[in-house]
C-alpha cells in the first residue's frame, strides 16, 4: 500500500509566522502534490514537483513556495503566514499520469 | 464552462436505494478518469479507476461516455457507510501532464 505522511494533523500559527508542512511518501514515486481544499472551492493546486529538485507552479501558488531536495520529500513553506491561509492541506503522490495518493491532511489555522 | 462538473448534490436516499451521480467534463482528449471518496474531515481516496468504457467493483460501477463527455458513478444497494463525498477526477492528459483536474463533489447521505 502506498503510504503518504504529513508533519502534523494540527497546526496553530500566528500571522506573519513561517511555516513548513512536511509530507514523506514510501512509493518512490517520481511526483508530488500539495493541495488546499476549501468549503467550497473543492482542491486547489498550490505546486507540483515531478522530480528531486523540480517545482512547478499550479493554480494558486501566491504566498507559498516549496521544496524537494530528495525524492520522498515535499515541503511546502509559507513564508509569512496570512490569515486567508487559514485551510486543510493535503499532500499527494504518483506515479507517471496515474492515480494519485493522499497524505491525512493537515488542518493549519492561523490566527 | 468548467473543465470538471458535478451534479451538485447532496443526494439524500434510504439504505438498499441505487444511485447514480454524473459528471461532465470539457477536454475532449482527457484519456483517464477517477473517482475518489472523501469522508468528512478526511483525505480523497481513491475509489475506482475508468480508463476504458467502464469500471465494475462490487456494488459500484463507472461508466464512461467519450462522446457525450461525461462519467457516471452508480452504487448498488447503498449502505451507511457510503455517505461520503465523491469526487470525478480527470486527467486531461496533454503531453506529459501529470496535474489532475478535480470536481467540487457530490454529497450522498444513505438515511436508516
Known amino acids: 500500500d502506498v503510504k503518504v505522511t504529513q508533519s502534523s494533523r494540527y497546526l496553530v500559527k500566528r500571522t506573519g509566522e513561517k511555516v513548513f508542512l512536511e509530507c514523506v511518501q514510501d512509493m518512490d514515486h517520481e511526483n508530488m502534490f500539495w493541495y488546499r481544499q476549501d468549503p467550497g472551492l473543492g482542491l486547489r493546486l498550490i505546486y507540483f514537483s515531478y522530480d528531486v529538485k523540480m517545482k512547478e507552479k499550479g493554480d494558486i501558488p501566491e504566498g507559498y513556495s516549496v521544496s524537494r531536495e530528495k525524492k520522498e520529500r515535499f515541503s511546502l513553506i509559507l513564508e509569512s503566514a496570512s490569515t486567508n491561509q487559514t485551510s486543510m492541506y493535503l499532500c499527494a503522490s504518483s506515479e507517471g499520469v496515474h492515480e494519485q495518493y493522499f497524505g491525512p491532511g493537515t488542518r493549519l489555522t492561523v490566527t | 464552462r468548467k473543465e470538471v462538473e458535478q451534479d451538485p448534490g447532496p443526494f439524500n436516499v434510504p439504505e438498499g436505494a441505487t444511485v447514480a451521480f454524473n459528471c461532465t467534463y470539457s477536454n475532449s482528449a482527457s484519456q483517464s478518469f477517477f473517482w475518489y471518496r472523501q469522508d468528512c474531515r478526511k483525505e480523497p481516496k481513491l475509489l475506482m479507476s475508468?480508463?476504458?468504457?467502464?469500471n465494475e467493483d462490487g456494488r459500484f460501477t463507472a461508466q464512461l461516455n467519450r462522446a457525450s463527455q461525461y462519467i457516471s458513478l452508480l452504487i448498488r444497494d447503498s449502505k451507511l457507510s457510503d455517505s461520503a463525498t465523491y469526487l470525478c477526477?480527470?486527467?486531461?492528459?496533454?503531453?506529459?501532464?501529470?496535474?489532475?483536474?478535480w470536481g467540487l463533489g457530490t454529497s450522498l447521505a444513505v438515511n436508516p
Open positions: 477526477v480527470v486527467n486531461p492528459n496533454a503531453g506529459n501532464n501529470r496535474k489532475l483536474i
Open positions: 475508468v480508463y476504458s468504457s467502464g
